[in-house]
């Protein structure tokens, strides 16, 4: 009996002890003593990049130990300049970006070659949606001389319209600022279009709804979309389908990109796969404070293709059998061969 007493102590204290590694942060994953304090690149405190880093330091923290410092920034090619930068700095950005990186011409950045950056996980398509009040406005092209608010500057929300302009030779005159400033200034008849880019549907956009007595939306025509991707093979298709808002009358063709998690590549192999980790791991706490992610669906992975994932980040999918839903370009050398001349 006194055996059989000692035995479960011993096991009680095992489990003890286990279980306060584990609260510490502690897995079986052994994270290098100088790669357990990172950098989130995120975006404007209180939008989705930021709640999405924070929920995700929260996680890498609470599994690996890992603190992940997430400040408010400047969110898309910004972020990507950091990330690609930066080592110890992760975060959100587009995965459209890569291509600028590779070809030196990043926003703000032409010039400057940038191509460490990996992806991690895909999030959410940033999509494109104009509104108008204007019923003769129905496409980008009948933008032409128009005064559009072009939300944020700086994201994708302003460099897809501008690359649309350069390819079918129109012009238009920017305003910036938040997407509810946006939806201000069309109510109020300063701007005549407001565009918006993120996960559908947008608050601004189903706020602007409440407040007016009609409006009208669209994104870019099959034939723009065509044109403008011939030109621009880092943007993807996309639909916003109906229902998201009040005034839609049907699907929304449009234009994205990806938002994604990344870091750099000289990462660790054991870093990139625990963040990666931490991220799929817990994704219904993320999704419960930030829906702008959208139901969990591992076949996201292979529309987040403009950028190679990092290898630790593969190697954690082919770990947890989603391997096959990953793009044919993953690997950093099919990527080149297949984007890069």
């Not at 699907?251 to 990666?276: F, G, H, K, Q, R």
């Amino acid at each position: 009996m006194k055996k059989i007493t000692a035995i479960l102590l011993t096991v009680c204290l095992v489990l003890s002890l286990s279980a306060a590694a584990f609260a510490d942060g502690e897995s079986d994953i052994e994270i290098p003593d100088d790669w357990k304090m990172l950098y989130g690149s995120s975006g404007s405190e209180g939008g989705v990049y930021y709640t999405i880093c924070v929920s995700w330091g929260e996680m890498a923290k609470k599994d690996f130990g890992i603190s992940l410092q997430c400040e408010p920034a400047g969110g898309g090619s910004a972020n990507f300049y950091d990330i690609a930068t930066n080592p110890y700095n992760v975060g959100l950005t587009c995965d459209c970006y890569f291509l600028d990186g590779v070809n030196s011409k990043l926003p703000s950045h032409e010039g400057e070659q940038l191509e460490d950056v990996r992806a991690l996980a895909p999030l959410y398509p940033s999509t494109i949606i104009f509104v108008t009040r204007d019923p003769d406005i129905k496409s980008f092209s009948d933008c032409d001389g128009k005064v559009i608010h072009c939300g944020p500057s700086g994201g994708i929300q302003n460099e897809i319209p501008m690359a649309a302009a350069e390819v079918f030779g129109i012009e238009y005159t920017p305003v910036y600022g938040s997407y509810n400033e946006g939806a201000t200034a069309l109510q109020d008849g300063t701007v005549d279009v407001m565009l918006a880019s993120a996960g559908h549907p947008i608050a601004a956009i189903t706020e602007l709804e409440t407040t007016v007595d009609s409006c009208y939306m669209f994104g870019f025509t099959e034939e723009e979309s065509e044109e403008l991707l011939a030109a621009y093979p880092q943007y993807i298709s996309a639909t916003i389908p109906d229902g998201c808002y009040k005034n839609q009358t049907g699907d929304i063709l449009s234009v994205c990109s990806y938002s994604m998690l990344a870091c750099n590549v000289n990462v660790p192999d054991e870093v990139a796969y625990a963040l990666t980790k931490a991220f799929w791991d817990n994704y219904d706490q993320m999704y419960a404070v930030a829906s702008g992610l959208g139901e969990k669906d591992p076949e996201e992975l292979a529309l987040c293709a403009r950028t190679p994932y990092h290898e630790g980040a593969i190697q954690f999918y082919e770990d947890n059998d989603m391997a096959d839903y990953l793009p044919e370009t993953a690997h950093v050398d099919a990527f080149y061969a297949e984007y890069v001349e």
